[in-house]
């Protein structure tokens, strides 16, 4: 963990690490409670993949809070007296989040042995991320000033060795994976360059290769690996530069469909991305599909567009802020065989190939 200089004699902790480490639950156990519920009946392989995951998960947590519990709490007794109720309540929450944790691990091991229906897992997952997440907030909002208050840099750095003491080798190469997938990259820098050599050495010959590989079993995905996926995000970024350079002209169509550009504030970060997504016109509405080619999982500017129900659009050189509804039942029924497949037959084969239902949104116009 990183430090700043805060006058002449006194460096202050890094804390924003915190929010980085937070950031790998935030999402970790969401996206796992979405992949239990999608884990197909007949692939045990998989299930394993995610159960195993999942106890990496719980333990780097348990890890986390011990480290707190044992490091961080006693000195801020110590030194923030004042403020012993608000340290008492993260020692309650973290009491809570430990019971709830319990009943995760008991029904992983349930769902382990036989994988028919995910969701009491499922729901434990969520009751627990629903605690989490509350501890979470309450900490970064009311405990990390404290921290930069009171804990000094080499004893928040003993705080962090602690935690990651605590893995395997192997453990420490999916935990390095698992932040650098949350971290920006000024953020991934502060943690690589506080690895210890060893593995920072494995990391950058082994380490990136063999986490692409294990986090694609977990999540079902092929492994693009992290230079393909940079350098798709590099296309996708040309492709949206190019459309909104020409207005379209560059880009407006594919396959032989519309295409237009959609923007969506991020479920998680809130942060707006814009893809390229070919659509077809109902009565006045854009219909969108999250096809992504055939691809096993929901393409991920989907799954934020159905949290965040608006978006904006360019058709062309015109734009729209628009209200987006994910069609369900026969809704969603009419919608695919009427419009989508009616023009576009070949998504048949989309569907066929990711072995999902393929979500129909429709986007509306605002006022």
Do not use: C
Not at 300 to 310: E, I
């Amino acid at each position: 963990m990183n430090s700043i200089t805060v006058g002449p004699e006194r460096v202050a902790p890094r804390t924003e690490d915190m929010a980085v480490i937070h950031r790998i639950f935030r999402r970790g156990f969401p996206q796992m409670a979405n992949l239990v519920r999608r884990v197909p009946l007949t692939a045990p392989a998989r299930a394993e993949a995610v159960a195993t995951h999942l106890d990496f998960l719980l333990n780097g947590l348990h890890n986390h809070h011990t480290g707190e519990d044992e490091h961080v709490w006693p000195l801020l007794l110590d030194r923030a007296a004042p403020q012993a109720e608000l340290i008492e309540r993260m020692e309650k929450q973290h009491e809570v989040v430990a019971e709830r944790s319990a009943r995760v691990r008991a029904a992983i091991e349930t769902w382990r042995v036989a994988p028919v229906n995910g969701e009491e897992l499922a729901t434990a997952l969520d009751e627990f991320t629903d605690a989490l997440v509350e501890h979470l907030d309450d900490e970064e909002a009311n405990v990390v000033p404290l921290l930069r208050a009171h804990i000094e840099a080499d004893e928040w750095q003993r705080f962090g060795q602690h935690t990651f003491d605590k893995f395997t080798n192997a453990e420490k190469l999916i935990a390095t994976g698992a932040l650098e997938d949350v971290a920006t990259p000024e953020e991934a820098e502060w943690f690589l360059g506080d690895l210890p050599l060893p593995i920072k050495l494995m990391w950058r010959l082994l380490g990136r290769r063999r986490y692409a590989r294990y986090i694609a079993r977990v999540r079902g995905t092929s492994s693009l690996g992290p230079t393909l996926g940079r350098f798709v995000r590099n296309v996708n970024r040309l492709a949206v530069w190019l459309y909104r350079r020409s207005s379209g002209r560059i880009g407006g169509t594919a396959k032989g469909l519309p295409v237009l550009l959609i923007t969506v504030a991020g479920r998680r970060t809130g942060k707006p991305s814009t893809v390229p997504v070919a659509y077809f016109e109902d009565d006045g509405r854009y219909v969108v599909t999250g096809s992504a080619g055939g691809s096993k999982p929901d393409p991920q500017w989907f799954r934020n567009l159905r949290a965040a129900a608006v978006a904006r659009i360019q058709i062309g050189d015109s734009h729209y802020d628009v209200e987006a509804q994910v069609a369900e039942g026969a809704d969603r029924d009419r919608l695919w065989q009427d419009v989508v497949l009616a023009r576009a037959p070949f998504f048949a084969k989309y569907e066929q190939k990711a072995g999902r239902i393929i979500p129909v949104a429709v986007l509306a116009p605002l006022p």
